[in-house]
Each structure stands twice: as structure tokens, then as C-alpha cells.
């Protein structure tokens, strides 16, 4: 086994579970060779900075593997870190999580975080509680013992619906930082884990920092990477709209297993009268289909999907909840930016050509304005979200946008392993496995803070 050179510092609340035999836990964060964890039920800021250089960082991704293990199943390429994306097993009894423990923590990574799926069933103790009997008759699980199995694990981070920063330190690694949200959660069908109703879906991933580089899910977002074999687009359309809020550089699920692999969103910031819209997609060509390849994303500097760089920056962005109608002007906002407004072209404008450009000004100046021209009055600010535009615009989502017009993309990558629907491989001959997803994606280089 490979000991683990990643640290890790909670961005949202406590969970109630830690990985408790090889990490030390601290209200501080300080870098090590060695790794060591940092928790806390409160946000903070922990003792390192990015920097402006970028290294590639190379990302394995699975889901779905139900049961299956590395090197027996599958082959597991070399990386950085290893990604799971739920669904480790077909019921959740201990055997299995053990089993599936077992080949994570000695797989060769720096950093391994995995998320539970609705197979997982153990791992939920409310519907296991309510409905656990229904699976295992014969033999009830203890769901404290099965989630002992993840929280004794040296090496794996488990995220529960939270998030956390990872900063990789191994002295042979790349050095990188990303934060990361992981949600176990998909929507409610049939009897199984983890499922919410549709009534519940936006407040659930409201809940996903808008700072996170990456949003690991069981569920892929809706027409993405979701496509079942009857044609039904199955991902949860809450989760699309809020990742154009978050505009993550990865978001990266399983669930739907013939929605196997993956596309770029071209996030559309600009449109005021549409909620939530995407310029396109750039579907990816896998180069590992039926070859020895690997099956290979590369979203780095160097890389080319479709044509052209990935463009996310992975900005945090600098909107800060101000009360509204505070003493700070909105004199220079109407001056610098309203101004400049640009008509949309169904608007009348007929000079397309300096309405383009008047609409890049328009997206510089949201990046680049200062947080205290951003303190709208209540009544020229209204609570709809989720649109673009232009402050003062009465529907700009000004806290998705202010500072981050440059996570323009995100890549969704459905990383499913099973390549057939539950049930796997019944009156269908032996189970076929996909190949891991690999991306290579150019992330921050962090330096400790020396006070």
C-alpha cells in the first residue's frame, strides 16, 4: 500500500465520519512532506496560497464498479489522484464494502476520494433503518461496522455532501491544490439510497460551494452524460443549474451506465432573458473505444477538444454579501458599467459587430469591478438568479458572476464502470467493464504561507 501525501482542510461542516489510523487532526493547516488532515465545523482559510503557475494533474476516474476490483475487473491507469464516483457495490452488505475498501486503499494514488451511491444502501443509515430488511433478510447489517470500514481507512477521503480543499505534497508529485464537493445524493426511484424527490433538489445542491474546482456526484446533471438506453435523459436538472452558477472545472458523476463518458459545457454568461443557458457542447471522442488505449481527456494548456483550450481559471471570484442599500455608491457602477451596456441583438441593435463588442467590455467589467460598487439596492436588484447579464440587469445572478467570468466551461465526465443497467449481466452473459476515464487538467501550484 501506498502511503497518502495529500492534505485535506473541510470547507463546510463537520461530518461524522474521519479517517482516524494515519492522519492527524488539527484546527491549523500546515503542509508536510507527510500528509495530515484538517477539520473543522466552521469554514476558514487555510495557511497556503495559490500561485499563479499551473502543473498537470491527472485524474482516474471510476464509478459504478458494483463489486468489481482493480487489476481483476479492470486495470487501473497510473495517476495523481483516483476518483470514485458511487455505486462501489451492489447492495452494501460489509463483505462487499470490504472488498471494495480493500483494492481503493492499495491502489497506487496520492489521493483517493470516493462518494457512495444509492447501491450503497449501508451507508445511508435512514433508508437502511427503513427499508434494509427488504435486502438483507437473512442476514441484517450492522451500519456502524460498515461505516467503520471508511472512517478507519488511512487513505481514503470519503465526502458525504460536503466539501474540502486537497493540496497534493508529495515531493514526487505535482504539488497542486483543488477544492472539491462530493455528494452521494441522486433522484428518488424505486427503493434505493441516497434518493431525493424533486421537491427537495434545488435546496440539496444549494448547498455546493461556489469556490470548488470540481463536483464529484452519483448523478450526472440533466442531458449530459445521462442517456439511458430507452432515450431518457435521467441526471437532475437542478444540478445542471447549479453547476452554471458554480462552473466547475470537472464535474464528474456515474449512475446512468449508458451514459458512459463525457463533453464540455460552454457556459452562456451573457444571455438576461434566459435562465441558465449554454452557448453548446463539444462532445468527446473516446481514443480508447475498442483499442488498448487509454481512454484520455486532456484539458490541460496543450490539449485541444473540438479545436480550441478548455477554458475554466478556476476563479473564486470576489462578490461578498453586503446588506443591501449599505453607503457603498452605486454611482460609479452606473456610470462604469451601465453605461456600457450592450442591446441584445433582438433588442434592435442592427451593428452586430459593435454589439460583440460592447459585450466583451460588458463581461470584462463584471470580472474586474470592485466588490463595493456591487452593493445593489434592494430595489434595482431582484431575487431571480440564475441569469447573465449585466449589473444593474434586474435578473444578473451578480454572485455567480462577479469575478469568475472566467470559468467560461466545465468539463462533465460520467466515469461509469458497468457498461449494462442493474441488473448486471442477468440473462446477459458476463459483466463487461468500461475502461477508467483519465483527464489531465492544469490546476494551481501552492506554497505554504510563511507568516
Known amino acids: 500500500m501506498v502511503d497518502p501525501s495529500y492534505e485535506l482542510d473541510r470547507l463546510t461542516y463537520e461530518p461524522s465520519h474521519h479517517s482516524q489510523d494515519s492522519c492527524t487532526t488539527s484546527s491549523s493547516y500546515e503542509p508536510q512532506n507527510s500528509y495530515l488532515t484538517s477539520r473543522s465545523s466552521e469554514p476558514h482559510i487555510p495557511s497556503i496560497t495559490r500561485t499563479t503557475r499551473t502543473r498537470k494533474t491527472r485524474f482516474v476516474c ?12 479492470f486495470k487501473l ?60 433478510k437473512q442476514n441484517p447489517q450492522d451500519i456502524n461496522k460498515c461505516q467503520e470500514l471508511l472512517d478507519r481507512s488511512p487513505s481514503i477521503l470519503y465526502l458525504n455532501h460536503e466539501a474540502a480543499e486537497v493540496s497534493l505534497a508529495s515531493p514526487t508529485g505535482p504539488h497542486t491544490t483543488f477544492r ?10 424505486g427503493m434505493w439510497a441516497f434518493g431525493y424527490p424533486q421537491s427537495d433538489a434545488s435546496k440539496r445542491w444549494d448547498d455546493i460551494p461556489l469556490d470548488v474546482d470540481i463536483v464529484l456526484t452519483h448523478t450526472p446533471p440533466k442531458y449530459h452524460c445521462d442517456e439511458r438506453n430507452d432515450r431518457v435523459a435521467a441526471g437532475c436538472e437542478y444540478l445542471r443549474q447549479a453547476l452554471w452558477r458554480i462552473r466547475p472545472r470537472l464535474a464528474i458523476c456515474g449512475h446512468v451506465h449508458e451514459g458512459r463518458g463525457a463533453e464540455i459545457i460552454q457556459w452562456d454568461l451573457g444571455s438576461s432573458n434566459i435562465k441558465f443557458k449554454e452557448n453548446g457542447v463539444v462532445r468527446w471522442e473516446d481514443p480508447g473505444k475498442d483499442n488498448k488505449k487509454m481512454s484520455h481527456i486532456d484539458l490541460t494548456s496543450k490539449g485541444r477538444i473540438g479545436g480550441a483550450a478548455f477554458k475554466n481559471d478556476g476563479a473564486f471570484g470576489d462578490w461578498e454579501n453586503q446588506p443591501l442599500g449599505s453607503t457603498a455608491s452605486t ?20 451593428d452586430k459587430k459593435k454589439w460583440h463588442r460592447n459585450n466583451s467590455i460588458a463581461k470584462m467589467a463584471i470580472s474586474n469591478v470592485a466588490k463595493t460598487s456591487l452593493a445593489i439596492p434592494e430595489e434595482i436588484l431582484s431575487p ?28 462533465v465526465i460520467n466515469a461509469a464502470l458497468m457498461a449494462s443497467s442493474w441488473p448486471h449481466g442477468k440473462g446477459r452473459g458476463r459483466k463487461k467493464f468500461n475502461k477508467p476515464i483519465v483527464v489531465d487538467i492544469d490546476l494551481p501550484v501552492w506554497e505554504e504561507v510563511v507568516s
Open 62 to 73: 471510476v464509478s459504478d464498479t458494483h463489486n468489481g476490483v482493480a487489476n481483476g475487473s
Open 77 to 136: 491507469p497510473p495517476g495523481d489522484v483516483l476518483i470514485h464516483a458511487g455505486d462501489l457495490t451492489n447492495q452494501g452488505n460489509y463483505a462487499e464494502l470490504e472488498k471494495s475498501i480493500k483494492w481503493i486503499e492499495d491502489a497506487d494514488f496520492e489521493a483517493k476520494i470516493i462518494i457512495a451511491g444509492n447501491h450503497d444502501i449501508t451507508l445511508d443509515p435512514p433508508f437502511y433503518s427503513q427499508y434494509g430488511l427488504y435486502f438483507h
Open 384 to 411: 431571480a438568479r440564475g441569469q447573465g447579464g449585466v449589473p444593474p440587469s434586474l435578473r444578473c445572478d451578480v454572485e455567480a458572476l462577479c469575478g469568475r467570468m472566467g470559468r467560461q466551461e466545465t468539463c
Open 331 to 350: 454611482s460609479n457602477l452606473t456610470t462604469s458599467i451601465a453605461s456600457g451596456l450592450p442591446l441584445l441583438p433582438e433588442e434592435g441593435t442592427k
Open 180 to 189: 472539491i464537493f462530493g455528494s452521494p445524493f441522486s433522484p428518488a426511484k
